[in-house]
């Protein structure tokens, strides 16, 4: 047997004991390692095949709420976005509100719209529902984003907690930073002068009409989306629009709050809300108070700070669980939400943003994470209001499918020798962007030889919460060793 034949073998034997774990610990997750359908066939079916009136009215206050959210980010650009309820019948949920970046998130845009990016499928407009409550020194982006296997800050490391919702415009000054850190000298010319024309480009366009970085961040997410194609393929990518879920979901909220439905009884309502917390503990992106995780349905600014205080109900009242703040208490009264939400005291979670999607009958497009969380909250209200005389509400979410699963694997890879390496969003933009035949090649893979080249991420992500320690595996393959073996036609 030849080294080669060896390494293959190595690479397949980690695959299949990480893939087995995985089907074991999470059964959920099962299906989506025997789909051998095309990806661009896959992603075709993502799309409700049918819509009811009631989820169809409600999914036009959630379109409603994307276009004030992309007003607010746009400012003037905003009268050439066009987006109606046909656009967010299915949302891919996954990503971070942040710069185009790490290769897992890159992935879900390609994997969710993948029947209509080369030669194929509508124009209109991708919208993605994107977390701002995450801080700039989460996994996924490191204060900045990565570039030939640098990390590239724009963010001081003292802004680790603060959270992308709350910090202001800002310059991105990643080349200054790069000098001062003496970490210039690691780029090649080329890549200096990449580097330099980024920031460029990132600094030259419009943000006059904001004072917050989340706008900032929606408006070079729509610029460089284009930049992951090579130029002839450019003109005919449907344009990519971010609005972040939190505003989104506090768009939708001031709405409903004002009425009678299952959302405001949970949040006004005693009785119910307090089966409503019971329901979703222990849920992740829900709450557990003695466990100090999550919060009571929103977060509070921190005063003075671009931070989060978690809060938790005590009586008639969302109160922070920071004894220290204990006066910023929010009474649990529409007027005193509705205020608190319009003024950005307070954003949803994402349990609460989840349960707005769930509410207008949006699909969720999830992540190997997101997949377990919102068939829990699926699962949870549609019981509850079973339980509680909400029959028919009951039965509507009980419709909505949250099986629509787009993360988990890398999409853009490199050759280097013999091996193949994954690209991060700045590796590609230095490229040009990724040719047709690349992509053409990329979107008629199977699912199942994508998702287990992305096994090993998955798998770091499942053994936090669903994995037993003792039966972890303590060896484990990355990305760059599985896609050389499974992608040997890059």
């Not at 089966?275 to 009571?296: C, M, N, P, Q, S």
């Not at 989840?354 to 969380?373: C, E, I, T």
């Not at 509850?384 to 028919?392: D, I, M, V």
Request: aromatic residues 10%.
């Amino acid at each position: 047997m030849t080294k080669a034949d060896m390494d293959e073998k190595r690479v397949r034997g980690s695959l299949d004991a990480i893939v087995g774990q995985i089907r074991q610990y999470v059964p959920s997750m099962a299906p989506y390692f025997e789909i051998d359908r095309p990806l661009g066939e896959y992603a075709a079916g993502l799309q409700p095949a049918r819509v009811g009136p009631v989820h169809a009215d409600r999914q036009e206050a959630v379109a409603r709420a994307v276009r004030q959210v992309l007003r607010q980010a746009f400012g003037p650009a905003a009268a050439e976005v066009s987006v109606d309820a046909s656009d967010v019948r299915a949302i891919n949920i996954v990503d971070h509100h942040q710069l185009l970046n790490h290769p897992l998130l890159l992935g879900t845009n390609i994997i969710a719209n993948a029947d209509r990016l080369v030669g194929g499928g509508g124009r209109r407009p991708i919208v993605t529902f994107s977390c701002s409550n995450v801080p700039p020194s989460n996994h996924y982006m490191r204060n900045g984003f990565q570039f030939r296997g640098e990390a590239i800050p724009y963010f001081k490391a003292k802004e680790h907690r603060d959270a992308m919702y709350y910090t202001s415009v800002r310059s991105f000054d990643f080349v200054e930073r790069l000098r001062a850190l003496k970490r210039w000298e690691r780029f090649k010319s080329d890549d200096q002068a990449f580097l330099i024309e980024y920031q460029g480009l990132l600094n030259g366009l419009d943000y006059s009409h904001t004072n917050r970085h989340r706008d900032q961040l929606a408006v070079a997410l729509r610029r460089t989306w284009p930049m992951l194609f090579s130029q002839e393929l450019r003109r005919d990518v449907p344009e990519l629009l971010y609005a972040n879920s939190e505003d989104v979901a506090r768009e939708c909220l001031v709405e409903l709050l004002a009425g009678e439905n299952f959302l405001s009884a949970a949040l006004f309502d005693a009785e119910f809300r307090q089966h409503v917390l019971d329901a979703f503990r222990g849920i992740v992106v829900a709450w557990d108070e003695a466990a100090g995780k999550g919060t009571h349905f929103f977060w509070r600014k921190y005063p003075g700070r671009p931070e989060l205080l978690r809060l938790f109900v005590d009586g008639s009242d969302l109160v922070p669980a920071d004894p220290r703040f204990k006066d910023l208490k929010v009474p649990l009264e529409p007027a005193a939400i509705r205020d608190h939400l319009e003024r950005e005291e307070i954003i949803p979670s994402v349990a609460l943003c989840m349960s707005v999607l769930l509410y207008a009958g949006v699909k969720p497009l999830v992540g190997p994470g997101s997949l377990v969380y919102t068939t829990q909250l699926k699962e949870g209200w549609t019981a509850l209001l079973e339980r509680h005389g909400y029959a028919s509400e009951a039965s509507l979410v009980a419709q909505v499918d949250t099986a629509g699963l787009i993360a988990g694997t890398p999409m853009f890879f490199g050759r280097s020798g013999d091996a193949v390496r994954t690209l991060y969003a700045a590796d590609v933009f230095s490229m040009g962007g990724m040719s047709e035949s690349y992509m053409k090649t990329a979107l008629s893979a199977p699912l199942k030889d994508l998702l287990s080249v992305g096994s090993s991420g998955v798998y770091d992500l499942f053994s936090n919460s669903y994995i037993p320690k003792e039966k972890q595996l303590t060896e484990r393959i990355g990305f760059d060793e599985a896609a050389t073996i499974i992608h040997g036609w890059v």
